[in-house]
């Protein structure tokens, strides 16, 4: 079995290239800055990983990837789009390029990952799709208005393509974290996070592991799709 991880070197993705390849499966995954990072997480799994630089914000990258991935691995059984970039302040005080860049990354980018791995899908008549939204994109986030809609984005694009992609047995899914300890929420300081766990009603924050093993059970489950499965700690009901 065979996973093209997009955004696999730190945090969440990083989680599902250890899982992935715990469990058996060959990965592939991309990283775009931290490359230390991505070579050490590929020796842990020699042989049965393949790190690649790429944007995920490029369509013409992300397909580069896929290509490079199938001629290493095969074909992949399931991709994964979890590269995304977070922005915090008021709307009217981003720049456009910011926005943009933004954009570019969480929701262009995970059409065009989508994209890069459909045709074969569609041919093979098999495939699971799994993009990674967020709480915000259900409920919106105050000061995370560009996130919020990116991510939300995410969800629209997930549910259409599960229609779309259903009849050729392509299967689409949107897992949407609560507050997850990773570098993204690293800038926030130890009191706020401390609240954020107070608000959510297991009273802890997730782990990347439990956002990974949310997203092995969605590749391996042959009747899920167009769902958005919520590893938040109730902190969205």
């Known amino acids: 079995m065979n996973a093209y991880i997009m955004g696999g070197s730190r945090g969440i993705g990083a989680a599902a290239v250890r899982l992935f390849c715990a469990r058996g499966w060959n990965t592939a995954f991309t990283y775009l800055l931290s490359e230390k990072e991505a070579r050490s997480l590929a020796s842990e799994f020699e ?3 393949m790190p690649f630089r790429a944007d995920g914000a490029s369509w013409q990258q992300s397909e580069l ?3 490079a991935a199938e001629e290493r691995f095969g074909p992949p059984d ?7 970039i977070s922005h915090i302040g008021l709307l009217q005080q981003m720049s456009e390029a910011e926005w943009d860049r933004l954009m570019d990354v969480n929701l ?20 699971s799709i ?10 919106g986030a105050s000061c995370e208005a560009a996130y919020s ?4 984005g ?3 694009l997930a549910k259409a393509l599960a229609k779309e992609l259903g009849p050729s047995g392509v299967r689409v899914n949107c897992v949407a974290p609560g507050v997850i300890e990773t570098d993204m929420n690293s800038g926030l300081d130890r ?10 009603p297991l009273g802890r924050l997730g782990t990347p592991l439990e956002v990974a093993e949310t997203m092995i059970f969605l590749a391996e489950s042959a009747f899920i799709t167009g769902q958005v499965i919520c590893p938040n700690g109730g902190f969205v009901i």
């Open 78 to 84: 399931v991709l994964i789009y979890c590269a995304g």
């Open 130 to 139: 799994i993009l990674v939204s967020s709480m915000w994109g259900q409920v």
């Open 47 to 49: 042989g049965h990983t």
């Open 149 to 152: 809609a990116s991510k939300a």
């Open 191 to 200: 009191a706020s996070l401390d609240e954020l766990a107070e608000r959510t």
């Open 108 to 127: 262009k980018g995970a059409a065009g990952a989508c994209r890069a791995v459909i045709p074969g899908m569609v041919r093979r008549r098999s495939g």
């Open 154 to 156: 995410v969800i629209g």
């Open 65 to 67: 990837f896929a290509a």
